[in-house]
């Protein structure tokens, strides 16, 4: 299983991002999805899940600005942020329970 993730760049606050996640080697619409981020100096932490039905969570630092999305034809997972503050800043992985991981993409909120 490999999961490429990518879409992280520099915005400033209150800016938007659109990171993806491909999937390959796995029955991908089958499997739960999970965004996870890690600023400098802390621990990962969840930002938000969606299942094989659709059903999405998030963490309460994202309500309302991020939204979590996949597309099961094309084996992609999404991540839409809006209102991006200083404190979103963080390398964004993505996740297949419980054991695969991307690589990561920086995302960085300029104040």
């Known amino acids: 299983v490999q999961l490429q993730a990518s879409g992280g760049g520099l915005v400033q606050a209150g800016g938007s991002l659109r990171l993806s996640c491909k999937a390959s080697g796995t029955n991908f619409r089958l499997n739960s999805l999970a965004w996870y981020r890690q600023a400098f100096g802390k621990q990962r932490e969840l930002v938000a899940n969606i299942t094989s039905g659709h059903i999405t969570s998030y963490a309460s630092f994202v309500e309302g600005r991020f939204t979590i999305s996949r597309d099961n034809v094309n084996r992609k997972m999404y991540l839409q942020m809006n209102s991006l503050k200083p404190e979103d800043t963080a390398v964004y992985f993505c996740?297949?329970?419980?054991?695969?991981w991307g690589q990561g993409t920086q995302v960085t909120v300029s104040s």
């Open positions: 996740r297949l329970p419980p054991q695969y």
